[in-house]
């Protein structure tokens, strides 16, 4: 396969430098000031300070290793204020993904290091592709809200950006192992060369991770690769990145059925696969391969002026496959089966579902400090990048066989997409407690692809869109441990691949808008940190479902003119004593469409129902959101600079969502209770067990082995001629002729997982 040839020659290229460097470290290398120089440059664009009047938090790399097991990076990031992560197969591996503040994957901007993770065309973030990563960082933050300027995809919720740069001082190896509740397995291993004396540094990790899911077959078998180079200098710096990754996932995205979902031995019941008669389809599975490589360049060009050039190439090529049955010869472009006087018009088949996409591009960071005394910053920044994505179809097999070639290909389509974007910060400070910021962005997309015109003919489109994104805050210290600040930021996004391929010119959405505004008070001191945030979010044509078909006849998502997000954010980090301490937040909210219409179904007369709604709470935005911990400190042994410490601790922490509805009509029938679980942890870490460092993870998640569901969708239609629900375990009657179609994806019970880690 093309995908292990790459994944071969370039490990090949990237660990020749390991053998040609592997020499002890001088002592007076620069390792430190370099780490730190290299850093600031490959992410100040895209982070914020944490005097920032933007909300947002960091988790170190050492808080990722006190969590980071087999999950995912939406389950890692649980504790983060008004977020609320899920999983397809209810494990946290595999398929996974958050909302933060109601807002779904694709309003959410991801980067690594400054560069777009979220696909070009459907906006979203695909974890799964990139098994571990959280594994490789030197710090996440993320900030809610729209945020800074980022590249790529509009953030309508927030932005999460992933540090990959850090450079470790000194040579070292490690392995981590974790085994858990059902079948989940991971090995991993890692190596770095530390900073060599030619000023180089090398670093390199590959991990492994399975799991049988929680859902029937929700199987995931996942692997991954980063390697890394360096080069610190004392004016230039150079970062080389590979990251590639493949999985193979058994499908499990369309939710159990709801009539199944309380019952204890059908709440795992996965419907992907069962249209094969006698058993399931056995390679019902999501298969694809992405490779990622990022390049980062810094010089220094005076004392105040740093400029950074980054460049990035994303391979991304798979398939689903799906076992169908009793399709029509008709929808895949093919005459029936002539057998004899009979035509057979249709047939169980199997078919693949092919993304074949390259994205590539640079960015720009231009910084420049004013002297004398250094109170004013300028940020020059920018991308430009270019999507091209193949989509297609193909039958590899199908039970009557009517002479179409081997694999044979029944759609074939193509999509161009280019981003372009500028934007200045000026950041300066009025006085010793007063600082303030501007931030304005300019953005320019255009998206060719093929769509479908009113008589369902193909043909070729085209859209572009030029959006304006300004952004203004400021802080005021109002003593040595309060501060209070302000920010108000608008941000525009276009809608997704889906909107436009099933619509035309004339049905086509419009753009999303959104105003920020962002405000709150903030304490901090050596023992306590405490932060209240008040926002309010106005969306002007935020994209929803309601049921509508357009004029080429498919569901898409259409225009709400008004809808709001208001809330207020608390946070507090304490120790309550030498050896106890608490973490935790909550989030209180009122989120509202005001005028809303639904287009229901009538499947008797083939027509829609409209019914109207005001002031129905937006989907998937629980009003109340808490987390907190209590860690508490079991045995502790001092060290010193060439021990270190030992530590072992214990951690429990506990969440709670409050109910979400699954569509905006604000129907209790079509919402997910509110929900609270509690998570176990110890921590074991030992100097100088075994090698440098031993550590231990010990986790009984969801110990309480509370039952529910975290996502899921509905449909709503009337019949009064037929009732379904003998025939489709997921329609469920509401009342009267309205009937409603209803997945829910349920979250494992009480599950335990356990990680050895060892270091040399």
Known sequence: MTYVKFFRASAL????????????????????????????????????GNKSPIPHNNINA??????????????????????????????????????????????????????????????????????????????IQVQRGVGTSSNGAGAFGATVNLDLSGVLPNPGAGVTTTVGSFGTQKLSAQANTGLLPSNWSFSGRASSINSDGFIDRGSANLRSLHLSAAYLGESQTFQAHLLSGHERTYQAWNGTPVQFIDDKELRTYNTAGAERPVAPYEDEVDDYGQQHLLLHYKRVLGPQLILQLNGHYTKGAGYFEQYKANESYSDYGLPGWVLGDTVIETTDLIRRRWLDNDFYGGTFALRWTLEPRKNTTFLLGGALSQYAGRHFGEIIWSEHSIGQPKDFRYYDNNANKRDANIFLKVEKGFSKKFRAFVDLQTRHVDYAFFGFNNELLPTDQSVA??????KVGATYSLSNNWSGYGFLGIANREPNRDDYTQSTPVSRPKAERLADTEFGLRFEDKKLSFTANCFLMQYHNQLVLDGRINDVGGYIRTNVPDSYRAGLELEANAPLNSRLSFAGNLSLSQNKVKAFTEYRDDWD??????IEYKNTDLAFSPNILGWAA????????????????????????????????????????????????????????FAHAKGQQLSLILSLNNWLNARYASNGWVYRYTSAGYDARLDDPYT??????????????PQAGRTWMATLRLGF
């Open 13 to 48: 290229a990237f660990l020749l430098p390991f053998l040609v460097y592997s020499q002890q470290i001088d002592s007076a290398g620069i390792a430190n000031p370099g780490e730190k120089r290299l850093q600031e440059v490959v992410v100040q664009a895209t982070r914020t």
């Open 630 to 685: 209590l860690t508490g400190v079991l045995w502790q042994k001092a060290g010193n600079e060439i021990k270190g410490k030992s530590l072992v601790s214990a951690t429990i922490s506990g969440k709670y969502v409050g109910k979400q509805f699954l569509d905006n009509t604000a129907n209790d029938l079509a919402s997910l209770p509110g929900y609270f679980f509690s998570d176990l942890r110890v921590n074991a870490d």
């Open 62 to 139: 050492e808080k990722i290793a006190q969590t980071l097991q087999a999950q995912d990076v939406p389950m890692l990031l649980s504790g983060i204020p008004s977020l609320v992560e899920t999983s397809d197969a209810g494990t946290g591996i595999g398929y996974t993904g958050l909302r933060i503040r109601g807002s779904d994957p694709t309003r959410v901007n991801v980067t690594i290091n400054g560069v777009p993770l979220n696909d070009a065309e459907s906006q979203g973030v695909f974890w799964v592709n990139l098994p571990d990563l959280a594994a490789s960082a030197a710090e």
């Open 605 to 610: 007369t083939g027509l829609q129902q409209p």
């Open 732 to 745: 469920r009657l509401e009342g009267g002729a309205v009937y409603h179609q209803m997945g829910l994806f």
């Open 465 to 470: 869109h030029l959006f304006f994104n300004p």
